[in-house]
């Protein structure tokens, strides 16, 4: 009998964990979201204003626009060619028409969201968010952008409270690491294992999993994707996991707890 209510209340106990380490992850996605959503609001405000593309006028207003919002590491205004024509800070000059933003942003004609680099002036990991100008015909003339230091993502994960030896970790579209708490800068900008990748990628915005990590801990994760409205794949993934250790030490103390023992 002890056996049997042993076994239930550990169900019980990994159940509950689970559940709430899924919460988790559903309030940091709401938050990441809130936190785009205002980004594509800026630049959407900009590329509308008439002057964003004359270069002392869009100058003045990226500088003030940037000292509204601290956390971008710039704001700025690229032609069709894909030239800087202006920005808040200054910035290395430099053709920008290869960048999965700049293409996406042109050729799509809506918000956009790039992939891991380094910041040129710091070497401070950045993801860029880029949003069409489009003239009076809806032809896409630019794009103003914003580049967001990933330490801005970070900071959301200051609201998870998970037990000692989780981590939480961000992966761009293409696998690279965005964000890993803890040992940032020990895997930041390095490829994701495959098969954390592989359990992430599929029809399902979110989910769970058991896997072994980088470090060799197994643990409980869970997860979710976010994709940009029309694209078919997603440009991050996030995820949360819990040492599958720890979950069965909570559910022995409770049981030893609860029989009291």
Known sequence: VIGALGLKNREHVRSQAELELKRTVDLLGHENETLIAGIR??????????????????????????????SY????????????????????????????YFRGAMTKKKFSVGEFVLGATNGRPRLHFAYPILSSRG???????AAIELEMFGKLISIAKLPEGSIIALTDHAGKRLYRYPETEKF?????????????????DEGT??????????????????????????????RAGVPTSRLNTAARKEFITGMGL
């Open 139 to 145: 032809d896409a003339v630019g794009t103003v952008v």
């Open 41 to 70: 609001q800026v630049l959407s405000t900009l590329s509308h204003s008439h002057d964003i593309m004359e270069v002392p006028d869009a100058t003045r207003l990226l500088k003030k626009v940037q000292s509204e919002h601290p």
């Open 73 to 100: 590491a710039n704001i700025y205004v690229v032609n069709s060619a894909g030239s800087i024509l202006a920005s808040a800070l200054p910035i290395f000059k430099r053709n920008l028409s290869d960048r999965k």
């Open 209 to 238: 999993f058991t896997e072994k990590g980088v470090d060799g801990t197994r643990r409980f994760y869970a997860y979710r994707t976010f994709t940009l409205p029309g694209e078919d794949r997603p440009f991050l993934y996030m």
């Open 188 to 204: 930041i900008g390095l490829d994701d294992l495959p098969r954390m990748m592989g359990r992430m990628r599929g029809p399902a």
